[in-house]
């Protein structure tokens, strides 16, 4: 089945061509295979305010999307023998900042109807859930897929921190998540903190890996709580309560290194420590890390280290950690295995 597939949730305009195959019943698992994916990064525009305008981010979205779809489909005879292999077309509904949604949504009604094609939504965080089953990792794909379940799943975004219990690749229960800031939310506030650009989070990253990340004893919020809850924003607090106590040390390029390697330490402990507890109170035997932190190199570190010799433990590759449409298209293409589809109407608050 070839799918067009459609992301604009939030700042980065997506549009991806895969073809899957196989899944639900058959044996092994769902196999994806990129053709074409483009994604039109709009962070420098939101860089000057410091996270991302939703007016802005739709703006940007409704000029971006036939740029990247002629980039693809070219025009005339090309464009029409493209429409002719495709299947589905898929757009993401939610969660994200409504008016980017919608204008995702909106562009992927025109060309369904234009060409006459089947539309579905997709949930976003489905999306990156189902991320690590594009790479080729021997285990992942084919007939070992089922030795893997049950599993873990930790989405770590900047809207999301999620924990979830998966009997298999289409069953899973969400048994924890943050209780106010994302990870990665946390990441992008403490970098403004220390004056960084934004998104924060390959800065900071690029930032602790000279820090000594035991020069600050910063807390590690819910760390002991008998759940598998998350709360980042206390961390965040005593970050900014650090730097008003001892003012002007932000600009202490010494200090700056070792704030931002504490903080990174004191935000993998949580994650690392409410994740052994899932996957040891739950047998899991293989764990999949997804989202925009996992991209980072001391989080991959450091569950490898944790968790590596127990369980199998799955990244996605680097291009599909951050948003993108190639996700989407799994998301879709796994809920249609299961006879289930999103209507195309935006969600901004969908969850998992
Ligand atoms: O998944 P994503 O692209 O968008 C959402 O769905 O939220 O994640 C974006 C988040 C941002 O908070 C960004 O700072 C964070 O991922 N991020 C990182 C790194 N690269 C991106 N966090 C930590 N280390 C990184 N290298
Ligand atoms: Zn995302």
């Known amino acids: 089945m070839k799918i067009l597939s459609i992301e604009t949730s939030c700042d980065e305009t997506g549009i991806a061509l895969i073809e899957a195959k196989g899944g639900k019943g058959a044996a092994g698992g769902p196999r994806f295979k990129v053709e074409k994916s483009l994604v ?22 409704i ?23 495709i299947d589905l077309i898929a757009v993401t509904v939610g969660p994200g900042l409504e008016p980017a949604l919608w204008a995702g949504i909106t562009f992927a009604e025109e060309l369904a109807k234009a060409n006459k094609k089947p539309l579905v939504g997709a949930n976003h965080l489905e999306g990156h859930l189902y991320s690590f089953l594009l790479r080729k990792t021997p285990g992942a794909e084919g007939s070992g897929i089922s030795k893997l379940f049950p599993a873990i799943a930790l989405i770590v975004s900047g809207g999301h921190t999620i924990l979830l219990k998966m009997d298999d690749l ?38 602790a890996k000279v820090g000594n990340p035991e020069a600050i004893d910063f807390p ?13 924003s206390g961390l965040k607090t005593s970050v900014r309560y650090y730097l008003v106590t001892h003012p002007g040390i932000e600009k202490d390029s010494k200090a700056r290194v070792d704030i931002a390697a504490s903080f990174q330490k004191a935000a993998l402990d949580v994650l690392s420590r409410k994740t052994s ?27 490898k280290k944790d968790f590596g010799r127990d ?15 190639v996700m989407i298209g799994a998301a879709a293409y796994i809920k249609f295995l299961q006879g289930k589809k999103y209507r195309p109407v935006a969600q901004a608050n969908l969850n998992m």
């Open 170 to 207: 289409y069953e899973w229960k969400k048994i924890g998540e943050t209780r106010d800031d994302a990870v990665g939310e946390a990441y992008d506030k403490v970098a403004r903190l220390l004056g960084l650009e934004y998104p924060g989070g390959p800065e900071i990253e690029k930032l």
């Open 277 to 303: 507890k899932a996957i040891e109170e739950n047998n899991a035997k293989a764990l999949f890390v997804s989202g925009g932190v996992s991209i980072n190199k001391a989080l991959r570190d450091r569950f």
């Open 63 to 85: 000029k971006n999307l036939p740029l990247l779809y002629r980039k693809i489909f070219g025009i005339g005879q090309n464009e029409k023998r493209l429409w002719d292999k």
């Open 40 to 61: 039109a990064s709009q962070i420098k525009i939101h860089r000057p305010f410091g996270g991302v305008v939703p007016n802005l981010a739709k703006r940007e979205h």
């Open 311 to 325: 369980v199998a433990v799955y990244f996605p590759n680097r291009e599909f950690c951050n948003d993108n449409a």
């Open 220 to 232: 590690r919020p819910m760390i002991y709580h008998k759940n598998y809850d998350f709360s980042f």
